[in-house]
């Protein structure tokens, strides 16, 4: 059985991410989303909120061979624990290969047994950050075109209220 885990901060999930997520899924027997916990980011949403709109998106989708965890510490040693060979890596512009190239090249280092698979999200996809979601919610715009739905309505019982009043505020 061929295992990946798809691992990232995940604040929020994005609609690349879940393209990923799917792809990944039609490739492996296996695939886990691992919500990183101890990331140096700051965070919009707890690991386990992340977890469980993680786990609502999977649900939805009707993904049986994925399943959402959190880590942390080294993720070749959570790769290690779960008996996974392969993590999967995602790419949205020239400017993400750098970083993903040192940290593959690290991993492997380290962990020679489990290969990188860099993969890229659906051009439609390939713009789209959880940070510019969080920022586009943050200021009252609408984020529905970037997140599936389980994540667009955590954004909008985060940030419902508090958008409404930057709006309001604006018009004045």
Same mark, same amino acid.
């Given at each position: 059985m061929k295992a990946a885990l798809y691992p990232g901060t995940f604040d929020p999930l994005t609609l690349g991410h879940v393209d990923l997520i799917e792809r990944s899924a039609d490739i492996f027997d296996r !695939? &886990? &989303?691992? =919500? +990183?916990? *101890?990331s140096p980011k700051k965070t919009l949403?707890? !690991? *386990?909120?992340? =977890?469980?709109?993680? %786990?609502? &998106? =999977? /649900?939805?989708?009707? @993904? /049986?061979? !994925?399943e959402v965890s959190s880590f942390g510490g080294l993720l070749i040693d959570y790769a290690r624990q779960l008996g996974v060979s392969v993590m999967i890596r995602g @790419? %949205? +512009?020239y400017s993400d290969f750098e970083y993903e190239f040192q @940290? +593959?090249?690290?991993? /492997?280092?380290? +962990?020679?047994?489990?290969?990188? @698979?860099?993969?890229?999200?659906?051009? =439609?996809?390939?713009? !789209?950050?959880?940070?510019? &979601? /969080?920022?586009i919610a943050r200021l009252g715009g609408d984020p529905a075109d970037f997140v599936p739905a389980p994540v667009l309505r955590a954004l909008k019982r985060r940030f419902g209220r508090r958008a409404a009043d930057l709006r309001k505020r604006h018009a004045r």
């Open positions: !695939v &886990v &989303v691992a =919500v +990183a916990f *101890d949403f707890s !690991v *386990d909120s992340r =977890v469980a709109m993680g %786990r609502e &998106v =999977v /649900r939805e989708l009707g @993904l /049986r061979n !994925v @790419l %949205r +512009a @940290l +593959a090249l690290a991993n /492997r280092k380290m +962990a020679p047994e489990i290969e990188t @698979l860099f993969m890229m999200p659906k051009e =439609v996809h390939s713009y !789209v950050t959880s940070s510019m &979601v /969080r920022e």
